[in-house]
């Protein structure tokens, strides 16, 4: 599931390589395809929009949210706005009994480089792309960030679940809320490897 098809949500009150072909098992005519899983729209959600929106917001709660250590509480605040946004979609209210899991599974990580802070946060295990496995919010120290108006610093990059075994990608969305993915890799995953390509990125050492 592409990121353009669950726009919809907002209306709701590295190194480069070729990836592996994958030769899928015939099916018989008379079998029905697989339906494609859907990603776990409450998490998703949290992810991708709920948590990117206040870091561009400069929200209060993102300022403490990036502070070690990781106060939890912000992040089940967040998960309760995250409800409100996608209450009416299926099965969100049993991902919610969900959310004390997915916070404990949560940890920061925030790196300071050449006047930018970097703070990483580990998401619980993608299961569907595109999940993220984690996630980075961008700023620089000597901005100024008032609430409610975005700092032109500020980035937001993702790690993201992608089609192919043990895949990942380099995603980055802006705050006009358009979304761009910089590459796709193999391997494992990481909180350093993410820090090595926003800094990049960013042209830090």
Do not use: C
Request: charged fraction near 20%.
């Amino acid at each position: 599931m592409t990121h353009a098809a669950r726009r919809g949500i907002n209306t709701i009150p590295l190194v480069f390589v070729a990836l592996a072909a994958v030769v899928a098992p015939l099916q018989a005519q008379d079998e029905a395809p697989t339906p494609e899983r859907e990603p776990r729209i409450l998490l998703y959600a949290f992810q991708h929009y709920i948590l990117r929106e206040a870091a561009f917001d400069n929200h209060p709660d993102i300022e403490t949210l990036i502070s070690a250590p990781l106060d939890k509480g912000i992040l089940i605040r967040f998960f309760g706005r995250t409800l409100f946004r996608v209450r009416q979609a299926e099965g969100v209210g049993e991902q919610f009994e969900r959310v004390s899991e997915f916070v404990d599974a949560m940890t920061l990580e925030v790196q300071r480089r050449d006047g930018y802070t970097i703070a990483v946060l580990a998401m619980p295990p993608p299961e569907v792309p595109p999940e993220a496995h984690y996630i980075a919010i961008v700023y620089k120290d000597d901005e100024p960030r008032e609430f409610g108006t975005p700092s032109p610093s500020t980035r937001y990059f993702t790690f993201e679940l992608a089609a192919g075994d043990q895949q990942y990608a380099l995603g980055e969305w802006q705050s006009s809320g358009e979304h761009k993915t910089i590459g796709v890799a193999q391997g494992r995953p990481s909180a350093e490897g993410l820090i090595a390509n926003v800094s990049a990125q960013l042209g830090l050492r």
